[in-house]
C-alpha cells in the first residue's frame, strides 16, 4: 500500500513513527492543516500502517526504543522506495546523519522543530516523491512500447532473427523520446500498412518486412532538433529542407544493423511521389518500391487525421477525397483504390 503509484487528490498522508507521544501530538498540530497525519508510537505499528495506508512521507526518529531507527529506515525503503523519510532526532552526529543519508533519507530535523523549517522540508520531500513518480510512470511506459515491439519482433518468424536486442530496443525507444507523436504515429502506419498489404495479398515474408519498415520509416527524425518537430507554424524552407532528410538519414542509421537490411528501401523512398516530384530521389511511379508506395499512402493518412500540429484534423470523408485528388499525382491509384473499397480508413 505504501508505494501506490497514483498520486491522491486529497491530502497527502504522512506518517510519523516516535515513541514520545509528545512529539507525535507536536508534528499533528503543525502538519494537519495540509497533511493527513498518522502516529505510530513504534516499528511494529509503523510497519502496520506503511502496509494498509497509502503513505507519501515517514518522519522517523532515529532512536525508538527496542528498534534501530537507522535499520528500521533502510527496511522501508527497501520495500517502499518511493516514499520519502525525513529522520528526526535530538541526538544528530556527523555520523548518523551520514548514515541515514546512505541508507536512502531525504533529510533529517533536530528536535526541538523550527516550524518553518519542518514544513519546508516536508514539501520538498513530497515534490521529490512526486517527481521520482512521474519518473517511473515515463519509464513504465517506454517498457510497455519495447515490450509491445519486443512481441512484434518475437511473431515476424524470424525476419529479425539476427537482431541484437540491446540495440534494437535503444534505436526504438530513440524513437518514441522525440516529441511524444512519434511512437504512436508509427503504430498507426504499421496498422495501416498491413491492412493495406494483407488485401493486396502480399506475401507473408514481405508483410513481416512491411511492419518492420513501418516501424522505423521515421527514425531518421532523432537527427532533426525537437523544435522542428514540434513546430506548430509553417515551416521555413530551410526547416523544410533538413525534414526532407529524414529517410536518408534513417537509412544511415539502419546501414549500422545489416539484419534490417530489407527495410532499407522502405524507409528511403517512403516520400517519393507517384509523378515524381516527391523526396530523397524523385523516383516515379512503379520504379518507387512497393512497400515504400504502401507507406507513403498509409503515412500521409495518418498525418491527415492524426497529426499534432494539424489544427483541424480531417474526417474520414475529407480524407478520402484528399486521396482521390492525388491519386497518381501524389499516390499510387492502386492502393488508393484498395483503401477506400475496403473502407480501411475507419481502422486509423
Known amino acids: 500500500m505504501g508505494d501506490t503509484i497514483n498520486m491522491p487528490d486529497k491530502k497527502p498522508n504522512i506518517l ?185 495479398r502480399m506475401q507473408d515474408e514481405q508483410l513481416k518486412w512491411l511492419k518492420c519498415s513501418a516501424l522505423l520509416h521515421d527514425i531518421g527524425k532523432v537527427t532533426i532538433d525537437e523544435y522542428i518537430l514540434k513546430k506548430d507554424s509553417k515551416l521555413t524552407d530551410h526547416e523544410y529542407e533538413i525534414i526532407k532528410k529524414h529517410p536518408e538519414k534513417g537509412v544511415e542509421i539502419i546501414k549500422s544493423m545489416p539484419f534490417l537490411e530489407n527495410t532499407m528501401h522502405s524507409i528511403r523512398h517512403h516520400h517519393e511521389r507517384y509523378d515524381g516530384s516527391g523526396y530523397p530521389n524523385r523516383l516515379k511511379g512503379k520504379s518507387i518500391p512497393f512497400k515504400a508506395r504502401i507507406l507513403a499512402v498509409a503515412d500521409a493518412v495518418d498525418s491527415m487525421i492524426n497529426s499534432p500540429v494539424r489544427q483541424n484534423p480531417l474526417s474520414i470523408d475529407m480524407v478520402e477525397k484528399e486521396l482521390r485528388l492525388h491519386t497518381g499525382t501524389q499516390f499510387d491509384p492502386e492502393i488508393v483504390d484498395v483503401v477506400i473499397k475496403e473502407k480501411l480508413l475507419s481502422f486509423v
Open 16 to 200: 510519523v513513527i516516535d515513541d514520545e507521544f509528545s512529539v507525535r501530538q507536536s508534528l499533528q498540530f503543525i502538519l494537519k492543516d495540509e497533511y493527513n497525519v498518522l502516529k505510530a508510537p513504534g516499528a511494529l505499528e509503523g510497519q502496520f500502517y506503511l502496509s494498509s495506508h497509502h503513505v507519501d512521507i515517514v518522519l522517523l526518529d532515529i532512536r525508538l526504543r527496542r528498534t534501530d531507527g537507522l535499520k528500521l529506515l533502510f527496511d522501508i525503503k527497501q520495500r517502499f522506495p518511493y516514499i520519502e523519510i525525513i529522520m528526526i532526532t535530538a541526538y544528530a552526529s556527523l555520523e548518523t546523519i551520514r548514515d541515514a543519508i546512505r541508507f536512502g533519507a531525504f533529510d533529517y530535523l533536530i528536535k526541538p522543530f523550527d516550524i518553518n523549517e519542518l514544513l519546508s522540508v516536508v514539501r520538498n520531500a513530497l515534490i521529490h516523491r512526486i517527481n521520482k513518480i512521474n519518473i517511473k510512470n515515463d519509464l513504465d511506459k517506454l517498457r510497455e512500447s519495447t515490450l509491445y515491439l519486443e512481441h512484434l519482433i518475437t511473431t515476424a518468424k524470424k525476419t529479425m532473427i539476427n537482431c541484437s536486442e540491446v540495440n534494437m530496443t535503444a534505436m526504438l525507444l530513440n524513437i518514441n523520446s522525440r516529441d511524444g507523436y512519434t511512437w504512436e504515429h508509427v503504430r498507426r502506419v504499421t496498422k495501416l500498412s498491413s491492412l493495406i498489404a494483407e488485401k493486396m
